[in-house]
Every structure is written in C-alpha cells, then in structure tokens.
C-alpha cells in the first residue's frame, strides 16, 4: 500500500537557514516554494533525486507546524508516500485500524491532494499520503 | 552532494509492533534484518522502491537508539543519503562548517559505510551518509 516514498519533511523556524544548508552545502535545487495560508506554513520543496525533502517554517505560531516547533523544537516532521488515490489509500489505512488525521483529501504543496495519518497510530511517526497517480 | 535519499530511519521500542504495521498494513516487504552488536542497536530494512525504511529497535538502554528513545519517545529518527565515498563526503561536510559525529566511516545495517553528521550542525535533523558506489 506504502511503497513509494516521495518526501520528507523537514520543521524549521528560518527557511533562509535551512536553506543555507540545504542548498549551499548539501548542493539541493529548489523545486518549488509557496505559503499554504490555509495551514500556516510556508514550504520549500528540494529535488532530491526522485524524491523531495520538504522544508516547512510556520506563518503563525498556532499553526500545526508552529505547534510542532514549540513541542517538540526542530527537525524531522514527517514521512510522505506517494500513492495512486489518496482517498482510496485512506479508506484502506481506516479498514485496518489506521486513525487519520484527515478523512477526505486536502490540498497540499504544489496543488497535490494529501492526507495525514494520525502518529498514534503508526508509531509515533507522523505520514502523509501524496496523490500522485501513475 | 546530498541528492539521493536512501533511507528513513524510524525508532521504536517493539519491531514486532512496528513490523506488524508496516508489513502487515503498509505492505512493505523486509530486505534484511540484523542485529549491530557494536551499537546496540537491531535493524530492519524494509524496501520502499529505490529507498528503504529503516526500524530501530535499541538491544540495550544505553545504546544511542535506547537514549533517544528514553529522551524522545518513538518516532522519526534519521535520514539518510547516498553517497559515493562516505570519507570524501565527511571531509567535504567538514570543510562547510558541519559538525561530525563520525569522522572516519563505521560499518552500518547490510555491511555499508555510514557516518553520521552531528544535528548540531543540520538543525536538529540526524543525518547518516551511506556509501553505496554508482
């Protein structure tokens, strides 16, 4: 079901330091970067090789990145997999016992559909499903 | 100099747990499972197309893996990239101002030499370099 990574993210609270690192001495291209004001977070997406790490610095403090700063400080958010049918993906991952974070779809870096599971339920890891069918 | 993933290391403290989940439910399939005496740690990695996960499951409290879980809790760990030459990338890093946590390659999970970059320097996310030549 879960068999193709596709990003991961990565919490800061300076992208202009993260992206010193990431960009000027791991050597990553910037593929992309936006504001999702709907989930206050600003994101940064690196091409690394087919895959992305994801950087993520919060608009407002009680964003749920912003959240994730003050608990538990910076560094690894979460691991994204990419799957045909985020919805499908969903259903099965609740058929299995799975707890989610969001029932339907919601709409992510770069206008994909996404979803999260909820950490509780997988080990404390944080997962996100990423439509990208194909 | 970082741009191709290999694996996400993910710790816990029950890989029967973890293994229930990601083989049961995620359907991942084990490519190796080992125990590294040396840093009191069992391992397994679970293939994830090109990638792999990486479950962390500390043999003794005092081992790296058992403190961060006792400071931690569960969860995401590490990441970690592909490099051709784990030395040179270790010398490279060094010259950029990172700090090392390795300065010369150990033997890692399938035999591989890794190094770990210090999270003091990669702003807190844990770093591992594997070489895997080509």
Do not use: W
Not at 10 to 32: M, N, P, R
Not at 50 to 79: C, M, N, Q, W, Y
Request: glycine share 10%.
């Amino acid at each position: 079901m879960f068999t193709a990574l596709d990003h991961i993210g990565i919490a800061t609270q300076s992208l202009d330091e993260s992206l010193a690192l990431y960009t000027g001495v791991f050597g990553q291209e910037i593929e992309l970067r936006e504001t999702l004001e709907s989930q206050g977070v600003e994101v940064v997406l690196l091409r690394c090789g087919e895959e992305s790490i994801e950087l993520l610095a919060p608009t407002r403090a009680d964003s749920p990145v912003g959240k994730f700063l003050a608990e538990r400080g910076p560094g690894l958010h979460h691991v994204a997999y990419r799957v045909d049918d985020v919805q499908a993906a969903l259903n099965s991952a609740r058929a299995a016992g799975i707890e989610l974070v969001d029932l339907v779809p919601r709409i992510g870096a770069g206008g994909h559909r996404v979803a999260f599971l909820h950490p509780r339920s997988t080990g404390r890891a944080l997962i996100e499903l990423v439509e990208k069918p194909g």
